[in-house]
């Protein structure tokens, strides 16, 4: 029997392939779970229990939650990436960790082909197809979901005819955790007006009232949360999710332009994501100078969108993760937030790196480091050339 290595999350897109690729196509079924940092050991276990119950020849599980913050998410915080000025990238960001374990299991274990859940109207196929291809030349790939053009509803039969029962209210929506988020897709995002109900979204609001919390930042880095320092950034965003997911913080509905071509709406919550984010940008206004500002956020934008669109691969993804690892250097120091329920409000740093040391000058009221007739003839000069043109303009 010829074998095939199939992503699987344990959702309803990825059973039905399990059962459609042996079943239907006859392979032997190899499934990989790829932990992104959205399963904890019971949803492993739970997931291993589930793709075994399939029939599925062999089950394994790799966590990629290090090696995803390490090699992605990183520099997603160095640069301050927000799609939109909104969305994290939550899911696009994963997937190239997901894609790239898979095809490395695929040549492990000498597989003909890998298959994945992907529809043909998002941006996973398109990521998923990429790096596979250009990691596994010739493989082949399999997408029953896209190629059938199924919709949840079908494939909810169908497992039932197999004698598989999926929950139809559990197949309503389609989530994904991670680390660095999770997304909602359900009936309410298809259309252009509407918000997902309170009971979508996977972390409910228990948090009243407000809470200070503080985040420590080394070259760039969260290493701590509250003062309590920890071994691996990653550790320390859980911790951080852990006290804000309660609160509603970082919920909110996606709308961008797909790499296929059409505009597309997803839910997120991303409690961790967009506080930390928002802390180090606080952070780096303090202690980089504007031109460093100005220079990161022009290369930021082009890498997170460039991932967004799985370039992942691209070597210009190295060069501009040297620039950015770069500026890091002096943003180091500890960030104050107070959360409320579905929001959170920056109080301001502290750092040995502050540009904004009272030695030189307060903003508004003294300078210490000038004269008013330094400044007298600087503005004189640093307008010259305006005004020159000003008035040979007006002599015409």
């Known amino acids: 029997m010829k074998k095939v290595v199939l992503a699987f999350s344990g959702g309803l897109d990825t059973s039905y392939c399990a059962i459609y690729l042996a079943k239907d196509l006859g392979y032997e079924v190899h499934t990989l779970t790829v ?6 050991d019971d949803e492993v276990k739970e997931i291993k229990k589930r793709a075994l119950s399939l029939g599925v020849a062999s089950h394994k599980t790799v966590n990629e939650t290090k090696n995803y913050y390490d090699t992605v998410i990183k520099y997603l915080v160095y640069g301050n990436v927000l799609k939109n000025g909104t969305y994290p990238l939550s899911v696009s960001a994963e997937r190239m960790s997901q894609a790239l374990a898979a095809a490395k299991y695929a040549k492990q274990l000498g597989a003909n082909a890998v ?81 997902l109900p309170e009971e979508a979204w996977p972390t409910q609001v228990t948090q009243q009232g407000n809470e200070e919390v ?36 970082g919920r ?26 928002k802390a ?41 993760e040297a620039f950015l690892t770069s500026s890091q250097q002096h943003v180091t120091g ?14 301001g740093i502290e750092s040995k790196f502050d540009l904004m040391s009272a030695k030189f000058g307060k903003y508004g009221e003294m300078n210490l480091g000038w004269t008013g007739d330094d400044v007298k003839g600087f503005t004189k000069i640093f307008g010259n050339q305006v005004a020159i043109y000003h008035q040979i303009k007006s002599n015409q």
Not at 133 to 147: A, F, K, L, S, V
Not at 300 to 309: D, P
Not at 334 to 347: A, C, D, G, H, W
């Open 115 to 195: 298959a994945h859940g992907s529809t043909g109207a998002g941006n996973d196929q398109v990521r998923f197809d990429m790096i596979l291809q250009i990691i596994n030349p010739g493989i082949e790939i399999i997408t029953p979901i896209r190629d059938k053009k199924l919709s949840r509803e079908e494939e909810v039969n169908y497992l039932k005819e197999k004698g598989i029962h999926f929950s139809a209210e559990k197949a309503r929506y389609s989530i994904n955790k991670g680390i660095w988020g999770t997304s909602v897709g359900g009936k309410e995002t298809l259309n252009s007006l509407g918000q």
């Open 280 to 320: 180090h940008h606080a952070l780096e206004k303090h202690v980089l100078t504007k031109w460093q500002l100005s220079w990161k956020d022009q290369l930021a934008q082009f890498y997170g969108n460039w991932l967004h669109e799985g370039q992942y691969l691209d070597p210009i993804m190295r060069d501009m």
């Open 214 to 249: 503080k985040l420590g930042f080394e070259k760039g880095e969260l290493i701590s949360v509250n003062g309590k320092k920890y071994t691996h950034p990653t550790e320390a965003i859980h911790a951080l999710q852990n006290i804000a997911g309660a609160y509603g913080i």
């Open 35 to 40: 932990n992104t940092g959205g399963f904890n």
């Open 252 to 277: 909110d509905i996606h709308v961008g332009d797909t790499i296929i071509g059409i505009k597309g709406r997803v839910g997120f919550e991303a409690a961790a994501p967009v506080l930390i984010i």
């Open 334 to 347: 500890e960030v104050s937030i107070t959360l409320y329920p579905y929001r959170y409000q920056i109080n």
